[in-house]
């Protein structure tokens, strides 16, 4: 190799290659540490490190290069080649040539990038979800929605640990299946309204990032993305409160980004503010969690808008205040909803807690007993302790402990921690583990009948009255999985794709992706496109504070990478540096 080459390789503006290889290293060494059930000591653990740090080395390298050859073009204004009528080359030789698929597109209105291409779109991908929408019909359902079917179906009280919004929507379509005396017809008709919202959502997604002028080459990608990635894909057929809060997300997320790029001048325009404040209102009511990661999103929308500060306040106070002071009430009134408050916070902090009693009780003193028995079942929580969820401990947490309690319970915590910070490293690392160490793949299953077997129908008989069970309320809503040979093979091959941690871990969406884009931001000093991507971030932030790492609260962060992906890869928004 010659200086020439050493020197291209570790030139400055090749560093932030460097340091995403040395991130994900970092990761997979701090992955094997904390993990359980790693085995083969440090030399195997180095080994993985640096094999997964070799390969984010090598992908980054074309990842940065192909984004800064594509910002290249994108220094001025100056955004479309023009050609004589004489010399103006054939369609095939310009998409045969480099500069058709690098070249920055002339910017556009969104109003008129919809008119030309969402149609497009919008057909394009239907048909490349479509094998896998047949493969999965009538639909798949996640354990949660089996809840709320007993609920919306009159078989157990409602209550408000699952978002009464989600649960009354399934409901409409349950309750056309319960009128058609056929359940699996509901099911299928959600799947088919909720696979054309999702639809519209990808095509003004690839309007959006068309209307900025985005090259041809990264309109593409995203297109792929959504059509072929298994995270996306299997998405799709399916009936969750997740899936469902990602269909009003990712319109959010692109108006988030354009208040972001315009500095709240698009704010100016009374459409805008009132799609804003649905948004925000639908977001709240379909997830729980999403209240937070919108407020803490708009703190850097407040920041930026500095002349439009105060209609961008107004829009998120309304939004919210609809959502959770009017909707919210009136539905739990309507209901008669059961107030069931979540532990799943405090069973989380608690976690280390309830590791160290399941496996070595003796760490704990009996003063620290003592301190926490007003806040948490210390033996229960330690019998029934899981390495890789905190909700066995958010069982164990006494609902009624008074603040005091709770204060001098953290106290204990505090002190137990000091004592042993390696036992709470582990204990917090195993929950997060799938986040940021490649170990587990991303699969939604093709049907529901694995919701229905001896463990959780023990689980539904519970939320039914004797000497009606689970299995009869339930039998309407089994699909018997049968399916000509050729889909089955569809299936499996999805199944097999789809559970493999190399080709498509929860790691690599939730974790790899975003780093990469908040790396490549930074050192490009992409200020905007950085500060647009923190709704991105905060759904990240929200997956590591989640009392397990599964694959359905990742949804809302697979769903707008790709937009997030296509702003980073321009240098000029307008006349504005981006």
Request: glycine residues 6%; charged residues 15%; contains cysteine.
């Amino acid at each position: 190799m010659s200086f020439r080459h050493l020197y291209r390789l570790f030139d400055i503006r090749n560093m932030p290659v460097w340091v995403f290889a040395a991130c994900v290293s970092v990761l997979i060494l701090l992955g094997r540490a904390v993990n359980d059930d790693s085995h083969g000591g440090a030399l195997r653990s180095i080994g993985y490190a640096a094999a997964f740090g070799l390969t984010a080395w090598m992908l980054a390298s074309l990842i940065f290069g192909w984004f800064d050859r594509l910002t290249c073009f994108n220094e001025t204004n100056d955004r479309v080649r023009s050609y004589s009528s004489i010399d103006e080359p054939s369609l095939w030789k310009r998409i045969r040539s480099s500069s058709f698929w690098l070249e920055p597109q002339n910017v556009m209105t969104f109003t008129d990038s919809v008119h030309r291409y969402s149609v497009w779109w919008l057909l394009s991908i239907v048909v490349c979800w479509l094998p896998w929408l047949i493969v999965c019909w009538p639909g798949v359902m996640r354990d949660d929605t089996i809840a709320q079917f007993m609920q919306s179906a009159g078989y157990h009280p409602y209550y408000v640990q699952h978002p009464l919004f989600d649960t009354l929507i399934f409901g409409l379509f349950w309750n056309i299946g319960f009128a058609s005396h056929n359940l699996l017809l509901g099911i299928g008709l959600y799947v088919l309204v909720q696979a054309s919202a999702f639809a519209l959502d990808v095509s003004l997604t690839l309007c959006y990032l068309r209307k900025l002028g985005v090259a041809r080459s990264v309109l593409a990608t995203a297109f792929l993305f959504f059509a072929v990635c298994p995270a996306i894909v299997q998405a799709i057929p399916t009936m969750s409160k997740d899936t469902l809060h990602a269909v009003f997300l990712m319109p959010l997320a692109i108006v988030y980004v354009e208040i972001c790029l315009t500095k709240g001048a698009v704010l100016s325009r009374a459409p805008v503010c009132v799609i804003l404040i649905a948004l925000i209102m639908m977001s709240s009511l379909s997830k729980r969690t999403a209240t937070v990661v919108i407020v803490v999103s708009f703190v850097v929308l407040i920041v930026l808008a500095k002349r439009y500060r105060l209609i961008t306040v107004m829009c998120l106070v309304i939004g919210l205040g609809l959502a959770q002071g009017v909707c919210e009430p009136v539905l739990e009134y309507a209901t008669d909803a059961i107030d069931s408050p979540s532990m799943e916070a405090i069973g989380f902090v608690f976690q280390p807690v309830a590791r160290i009693q399941s496996k070595t009780p003796e760490r704990i003193t009996l003063q620290e007993r003592r301190e926490l028995s007003g806040v948490l079942d210390l033996d229960k929580a330690g019998a029934s302790y899981k390495n890789y969820r905190s909700d066995e401990t958010s069982w164990a947490v006494n609902a009624d402990s008074s603040i005091s309690q709770k204060i001098t319970g953290l106290k204990a915590w505090a002190t137990i921690g000091l004592r042993n910070p390696g036992e709470y490293a582990k204990a917090y690392g195993n929950i997060m583990l799938d986040w940021f160490y490649p170990k587990q793949g991303v699969y939604y299953g093709w049907n529901s009948q694995r919701f229905f077997n001896k463990e959780y129908m023990r689980q539904w008989n519970t939320f039914v009255q004797p000497p009606m069970t689970a299995e009869e309320v339930l039998a309407p809503l089994r699909d018997n999985g049968h399916r000509p040979k050729a889909i089955l093979r569809v299936a499996y091959i999805g199944q097999r794709i789809s559970t493999d941690p190399k080709l498509n871990s929860q790691a690599y969406y939730a974790t790899y992706m975003p780093l990469m884009l908040l790396i490549y931001g930074v050192t490009r000093k992409r200020w905007l496109t950085v500060a647009a991507g923190t709704l991105l971030g905060v759904n990240v932030m929200i997956l590591y504070l989640s009392p397990i790492s599964f694959p359905w609260y990742l949804l809302p962060v697979t769903f707008i990478l790709p937009l997030f992906f296509g702003i980073n890869t321009l240098r000029r928004i307008g006349n504005v540096e981006a």
